[in-house]
């Protein structure tokens, strides 16, 4: 029967190392990455990937050689969402060019998980995924990437970092978590800075830019399918002006039929330096995770945006 992920962690130690000795040439990956001449043992190592390599780097997922800004989509479900629904998801979402793939949901941070790793020794490889809720001790048995913790949660830091190899996102709201996060660690840190559409000040945010360490990596937090794509233009705008890295989409995949146009439109939004208004063709191939282009032609309208006006809510 076939090992899930969690099984294959448990068993760590011991499959390493028997493997480490009985496979000739092969030295044990520091990330995931396509075993080099390994076609005979392809199984063996890809299993061998899942159990000492089974996180992929967000930092290095976040951070492209080409400087763009690049996007993290939240998927924040529906009820009735099935375990069908988040494996198909996390497929069109890679091959869409999430940088990663972030989600508070315990259920579908193993499902999202375990999807991705099938994408092993392919191109898009697979994408980082975030718990971003706040059961994270349950959650490191689903096995992120990175977690997201409070900037004053330095002991929890330390036990993961230890203990579980895993990332740490901390997520900062005012310049005195940046004094708290700065002061405490001389290590370069990777920070998600909070903002709602409710009160979206530029000249706030870009205060607090200012504020953070240059060695930092810096997530913008937005809000999914805002007017005029306010979205985009924000993060572009600090992107510019202060090296934003990267920007999270808030609530950008909630399991309806507009996950992948959504999720589509705004990576390649970010990418773009085209005008914020566009509108989505050819999405009939989204399915199987080929999308079409952009073209600038007027604001792209939601159904989702229609139905949370009239009193149904993503959050």
Known sequence: ARMGVNQWVKRSSAISAILATTVSGFTL???LKKPFGCHDVRSITTSLQLVDSAR??????????????????????????????????????????AASIWTS?????????EEQATAMGNFP??????????????AMEGVPDAIVLPAGAFSAWKELSDSNNVQVIFSVSCE?????????????????????????????????????????????????????STELSLGRSLKSTHGCTSVLVKNAC???AED??????????????KSTSFDMTGLTGSTNGHFGGIAS???????????????????
């Open 56 to 97: 992929v780097s967000v930092i290095e997922a976040l951070q492209k050689p080409s400087k763009i800004l690049t996007t993290c989509l939240e998927y924040n479900p529906l009820p009735g969402s099935s375990e069908l629904d988040v494996t198909v998801l996390s497929m069109q979402l890679r091959k869409a060019g």
């Open 176 to 228: 005195e978590h940046i004094k708290q996060l700065s002061g405490n660690s001389d290590t370069p840190l990777t920070i998600l800075i909070e903002n709602s559409s409710d009160h979206y000040d530029q000249d706030v945010l870009s205060d607090l830019f200012s504020r953070v360490p240059s060695k930092y990596i810096t997530i913008l937090q937005v809000d999914a399918m805002q007017i005029n």
């Open 297 to 315: 032609s007027g604001t792209q309208k939601w159904q989702r945006v229609t139905q949370k006006s009239k009193g149904k809510s993503y959050d």
């Open 105 to 113: 949901d315990l259920n579908s941070l193993q499902q999202f998980k």
């Open 254 to 256: 909630v399991g309806d």
């Open 125 to 138: 490889g697979p994408c980082p995924i975030v718990y971003n809720g706040d059961k994270w001790q349950d």
């Open 29 to 31: 990956p520091n990330q």
């Open 260 to 273: 992948v146009p959504y999720a589509s439109f705004i990576v390649n939004g970010f990418k773009s330096k």
